[in-house]
């Protein structure tokens, strides 16, 4: 049995820092599959209810991602900047240029996932997801970007009959699936377009494009939308909101 720490910390914050100690130091490497509660509770001599409720901590944070049957792991995907605030890419295109969007489906199909796309999502490696990927154009614009989506068939079987030209997805969710999309984890990098969107996002080979992959959870703290996508530079801004919790009222935008 390892001893905890002899601080004034309660036993669950000492186990989430020892398990963020051992990521920072790569110790717990990207899809690694870290001790099942049981484990803990022997190598530590604590009990389950403590073990369940640092793990909880880390999963809210994005931390670990909790696959089930198979365990709980460090996720592949590395989580940057949690959303203060969800909006869409309407929304966005309305506030940044005053402007109105729409979008073309690409596929909207059931496909059985890679296992970055079945961690992200806490799904078994034989559960399918629906595959949904549109052309976002902005008006007088013209095409901005590729959303590509990914959400479990199980949970939303009845996507496949709506129409996500004409509306919202996250619209369609939290009035027909009764999810509501509570925070999110965004990565946010660049990179050179990938050749199967070179013609449709009228760009050469090798042009600068941006890159947003991202996970939603929903309002019980459940992963259920994983997203990987592809916007131009220089016809799509991305905003952050970004709240100062030690300073109620003070925001600030970039």
């Known amino acids: 049995m390892i001893e905890m720490e002899n601080t004034q910390l309660p036993l669950y914050l000492q186990l989430v820092s020892r398990i963020e100690e051992q990521i920072n130091y790569g110790e717990l490497?990207?899809?690694?599959?870290?001790?099942?509660?049981?484990?803990?509770?022997?190598?530590?001599?604590?009990?389950?209810?403590?073990?369940?409720?640092?793990?909880?901590?880390?999963a809210t944070r994005g931390k670990v991602i909790r696959v089930k049957g198979r365990g709980t792991f460090i996720p592949k995907f590395i989580a940057r900047k949690p959303f203060d605030g969800l909006t869409g890419f309407s929304r966005e295109v309305n506030y940044i240029y005053n402007k109105r969007s729409y979008s073309k489906v690409l596929c909207q199909e059931i496909i059985l996932p890679d296992e970055k796309i079945s961690q992200m999502l806490g799904l078994k490696n034989d559960e399918a997801v629906i595959k949904l990927q549109r052309a976002r154009y902005i008006t007088d614009i013209g095409v901005a970007g590729v959303d590509t989506r990914f959400l479990p068939l199980i949970r939303f079987n009845g996507l496949l009959d709506e129409n996500l030209e004409k509306n919202s997805l996250y619209e369609i969710l939290i009035s027909k699936f009764n999810t509501i999309p509570s925070r999110a984890y965004s990565e946010v990098s660049g990179g050179a377009c990938p050749e199967e969107f070179v013609e449709l996002l009228e760009l050469n080979p090798r042009d600068p494009v941006t890159v947003f992959r991202d996970v939603l959870f929903d309002q019980n703290e459940i992963p259920f939308d994983y997203g990987e996508n592809v916007y131009r530079i220089d016809r799509y801004t991305y905003r952050i909101e970004i709240f100062d919790n030690r300073h109620p009222g003070v925001?600030?935008?970039s």
Do not use: W
Not at 36 to 56: D, K, N, P, W
């Open 251 to 253: 925001n600030h935008y």
């Open 29 to 58: 490497k990207p899809g690694q599959k870290i001790p099942s509660e049981s484990e803990f509770c022997e190598m530590y001599g604590i009990s389950r209810t403590t073990v369940r409720q640092a793990l909880h901590d880390l």
